[in-house]
């Protein structure tokens, strides 16, 4: 994946590090990697509603980016393990942070209508 080059603009930093956790999977990946090194087919089932195909993609972006390290073990069906980096370690206090925030305000988060409100209809004087 391509990166843009944010060097000497104002909000740069901040700019940089969310081209690199952008869209709605890569946190969610981060996170789940932050409890250990684990097997692409224990990843699709902590996030059930990714699809396949949109998995890889993430995982190879995550890769590409340095954030991601992936081990293939030469055995029959092939092994695939994914681990976070040194990079991505990194970004464990930003991801940890993000979750005590949505967790903190997940009742105003949540894609559940608002209550309805009956009222009476008003008299006619």
């Not at 396949?52 to 991601?68: F, S």
């Not at 092939?78 to 976070?84: D, K």
């Not at 903190?104 to 608002?114: E, F, K, T, V």
């Amino acid at each position: 994946m391509k990166r843009r080059n944010f060097a000497h603009r104002p909000g740069c930093s901040v700019e940089a590090t969310l081209d690199l956790i952008d869209g709605k999977w890569k946190g969610v990946i981060l996170y789940h990697l932050q409890g250990g090194t684990q097997r692409f087919g224990e990843l699709r089932r902590r996030m059930p509603s990714i699809t396949q195909r949109m998995l890889t993609k993430q995982l190879r972006a995550l890769e590409e980016d340095k954030l991601v390290i992936r081990k293939v073990y030469a055995e029959v069906p092939p092994r695939v393990e994914y681990r976070l980096s040194e990079l991505g370690e990194s970004l464990r206090p930003v991801i940890d942070i993000l979750k005590a925030w949505g967790e903190s305000h997940q009742q105003r988060l949540s894609c559940a209508p608002p209550p309805v409100v009956v009222r009476k209809p008003k008299r006619a004087a």
